[in-house]
């Protein structure tokens, strides 16, 4: 039975099967989409230093023969048959990709997959569809490379650009004119290595039983038989176990009763609050429904990963984790639930800075290191109790962030600004501008209060105590400076005091002291937390 794999799973091929005669078959399509599948022999640094071994329609095998192009068959949009007892010693990874031929996104392609096929027995599969991937036009589907001993990664990886792009990310040079194709004879369609009727095949000869009854040597190369190839398994991004997600919609633990104006969701707003007055396409203004938090889940249904109400129960150990799958929205930032936060580094191609510790897991060759303020940063930070202690995540991979707990929002800045507190700070893309800004007035200890402002395109991961309530800017607006987490950055912050401080010694006060006024034009907003610090 063919195992199930998904983005990120790795084994070695002798786990999979004792065959080194492998049939490579990969199933894409989109409507009106026109795909180039090819493969790329790479040598130990990853690149291609022989064009020989860059496997495509005008170049259907390497010169040895050890990974030959077969065309579609079986099913399958094409097919390669790859020997790995006859690859040379230079090539260390062989990469199977998919790229389109003319204008397209990666986003529009349905359910596919790769599957590795020994002795005309299916041994793995990994399934993807359009939403694991956005605007790109090329896709790393799948990668034999050479540790020790001969793997198999499922990658599923977005990459932008084209085949061109693509060649030239592996160290590839892209000719001006390629050669005409050689026209195949007539009737030239891809062998399927079947045994001839009657007996078996001699040696060395890739026939295979039609099912294993008794143990078998290792079976040669064969193409799967001529049948319809099942339908794949609507796969999400990166998932840790092995079932899809498929759980019924149910009510929102947080929705509000019937007839209620509905309150918006932080998180769902591109660096400022929907007010009155935007363009058409613009979010709904303040006390309209709003669209969806949590990266695109409709309102009134609970955030992916926490256990839904009403789900139907189930036997066995699939069913218990059913309700904490991952997901994956096929975005840069994707929160996991309301505590965690996962972030795709190759999509976009920034690094990013998060909070040192705040890691919990990773997929993929991501690097860690520390990102250091400078002097004058520090200098900064210490006297303003702005300091954010930072390390920087690059790579090709997945990070998972967390902390203590608390509630994640996403908050994507398109050229805008937004004011959040350091301490209210997770991560956030290298991308962004960030500085401590002042704020100033009398009546507070060192006569002014400090705050973070950043601004560009990219986003900031806020981190909050329970769930924010966004409020917008009117010349009433008052927040306790303890509970404030955020703000848009055109609001006016005026610090008001309706007690002065020196009658704290005395008893029966009200403990609030100071608060901030917050002045604006329609549009801006605060973002409040129940809880002070």
């Known amino acids: 039975m063919a195992r199930e794999f998904q983005r990120g799973h790795k084994a070695k091929i002798s786990d999979l099967t004792p065959g080194t005669d492998l049939y490579v078959g990969v199933q894409i399509a989109a409507p009106g989409l026109t795909f180039d599948i090819s493969c790329f022999g790479l040598d130990a640094n990853e690149q291609l230093s022989d064009d020989r071994y860059f496997i495509f329609f005008n170049q259907p095998k ?38 389109i031929d003319g204008p397209g996104q990666m986003s529009q392609v349905g359910p596919g997959y790769i599957r590795i096929v020994a002795g005309g027995e299916e041994v793995v599969r990994y399934a993807f569809n359009g939403s694991e991937f956005s605007t790109e036009r090329a896709v790393m589907l799948g990668d034999f490379y050479l540790k020790d001993v001969w ?3 499922a990658v599923g990886q977005g990459f932008d650009g084209g085949l061109d792009a693509l060649l030239k990310n592996f160290g590839g040079e892209v000719a001006e004119e390629e050669p005409a194709a050689a026209q195949p004879p007539a009737g030239g ?36 038989p001529q049948a319809p190839a099942p339908a794949p398994h609507p796969m999400h991004g990166a998932p840790t176990v092995t079932a899809p997600m498929t759980p019924p919609s149910a009510p929102s633990p947080y929705a509000q009763p019937p007839g209620a104006p509905q309150q918006p969701q932080f998180g769902q707003i591109p660096g400022q609050f929907p007010g ?40 066995g150990l699939q069913a218990a984790l059913q309700p904490y799958r991952e997901a994956a929205t096929g975005q840069r930032w994707t929160p996991q639930n309301q505590q965690l936060m ?29 990102k250091s303020a400078g002097f004058a940063g520090r200098i900064v930070g210490n006297a303003t109790g702005q300091e954010m202690q930072l390390m920087r995540c690059s790579g090709r991979g997945q990070v998972f962030l967390a902390e203590e707990g608390s509630h994640l929002h996403p908050i994507e800045l398109q050229g805008d600004a937004v004011c959040v507190s350091a301490e209210n700070v997770l991560a956030f893309d290298e991308s962004l501008q960030y500085e401590v800004r002042r704020i100033e007035g009398h009546g507070i200890p060192g006569g002014a209060l400090f705050t973070m402002q950043f601004q560009g395109t990219g986003t900031v991961v806020v981190k909050t105590h329970g769930v924010p309530v966004v409020l917008p800017v009117t010349p009433t607006t008052f927040a306790d400076c303890n509970a404030v987490v955020a703000w848009s950055a055109a609001s006016q912050v005026i610090l008001s005091s309706q007690v002065r401080l020196r009658r704290n010694a005395y008893p029966g006060h009200s403990g609030e002291t100071v608060n901030l006024q917050f002045r604006g034009a329609p549009g801006n907003f605060i973002v409040v937390q129940p809880y002070e610090v």
Do not use: C, W
């Open 62 to 99: 390497s010169p040895e023969e050890s990974v030959q192009l077969l065309g579609a068959q079986s099913g399958d949009t094409e097919s390669f048959r790859v020997t790995l007892d006859r690859i040379p010693a230079n090539i260390h990874r062989l990469s199977f990709t998919a790229t």
């Open 342 to 370: 996962r972030v795709d580094l190759a999509m976009g191609g920034t690094p990013v800075l998060a909070r040192q510790g705040s890691m919990v897991m990773y997929q993929g060759k991501v690097e860690f290191g520390y």
């Open 151 to 153: 793997r198999f990664a």
């Open 189 to 224: 369609a891809a062998p399927g290595f079947a045994p001839p009727p009657g007996g078996p095949a001699p040696a060395p000869a890739f026939g295979a039983p039609a099912a294993p009854q008794a143990p078998q040597p290792p079976p040669s190369f064969g193409a799967p």
């Open 276 to 315: 009155q007055g935007q363009p058409p396409g613009a979010p709904a203004p303040y006390g309209q429904p709003t669209p969806p938090p949590y990266g695109g889940q409709p309102q009134g249904a609970p955030p992916p990963g926490m256990p839904q109400a009403g789900q139907q129960a189930g036997a």
